[in-house]
Nanobody, 115 residues
């Protein structure tokens, strides 16, 4: 059983920062890649950033230069550092991991940016 647990969401003013964490537990040999997605009210879930075990990174254009994804393979944990937050970043943020070809999602963490 693979579980993803996110933490670090909350309420922040525009221009502020938050750091999200995603810890993966269970039978997790071969996690690749890990990523963050978000879903705002009334909108489809969208990719924010992904990172492969070898370090290859992909960002959505809307967060480039503001968000940084990283991972600690020894801890099976991914992070999302979010700086210069905007009201339009408000959403539920989900962690996703692919383990031996199967996709797993976390429960989501709310990020609210007040303008």
């Amino acid at each position: 059983q693979v579980q993803l647990v996110e933490s670090g969401g909350g309420l922040v003013q525009a221009g502020g920062s938050l750091r999200l964490s995603c810890a993966v537990s269970g039978n997790i040999f071969g996690i690749n890649p890990m990523g963050w997605y978000r879903q705002a009210p009334g909108k489809q879930r969208e990719l924010v950033a992904t990172i492969a075990s070898g370090g290859s990174i992909n960002y959505a254009d809307s967060v480039k230069g503001r968000f940084t994804i990283s991972r600690d393979n020894a801890k099976n944990t991914a992070y999302l550092q979010m700086n210069s937050l905007k009201a339009e970043d408000t959403a539920v943020y989900y962690c996703r991991a692919i383990v031996r070809g199967s996709i797993y999602w976390g429960q989501g963490t709310q990020v609210t940016v007040s303008s």
